[in-house]
């Protein structure tokens, strides 16, 4: 079993510049005064990674792609991309910074389903080499 490493949370826009935090690949402390976006970072990584969905703050009007990138566990990079507001996570198999006009590797359902076969969180387990794990 493997792990992921978070890389970077971007929000891009078009005549927008990219907004972005880069994690350190050991600990990143988020700290600042209240009402300065720490909470929003979190929210938006879980939205991310399969949240249904995430409040906008004023901030972030104009963007239309969050990315996120991550380190698989055999070191391949794995960019998501996520327009806010939608139901499906865009894979590109690249560490991607900026916005993004290129057809996607892969588009999944961002929400688990336990149904689906197609969902982020499938694809993501199925990474780490979880998907052979019976779930109880």
Do not use: C, W
């Amino acid at each position: 079993m493997g792990s992921l490493q978070l890389v970077h949370l971007t929000y891009a826009g078009s005549g927008k510049p990219s907004a972005q935090i880069v994690f350190g690949p050991e600990l990143t402390t988020i700290y600042g005064a209240s009402d300065t976006g720490k909470t929003f970072i979190v929210r938006s990584v879980e939205y991310m990674l399969g949240g249904a969905q995430l409040t906008m703050v004023p901030e972030a009007e104009g963007y239309t792609q969050i990315l996120l990138g991550l380190l698989l566990p055999d070191g391949s990079p794995l960019t998501l991309v996520r327009r806010p507001g939608t139901n499906s996570t865009h894979l590109h198999r690249e560490d991607l910074r900026d916005l993004v006009h290129r057809p996607a590797d892969a588009i999944v359902n961002s929400v688990h389903n336990a149904r689906s076969k197609n969902s982020l969180s499938v694809h993501l387990m199925r990474a780490m080499g979880l998907d052979a794990i019976p779930v109880i």
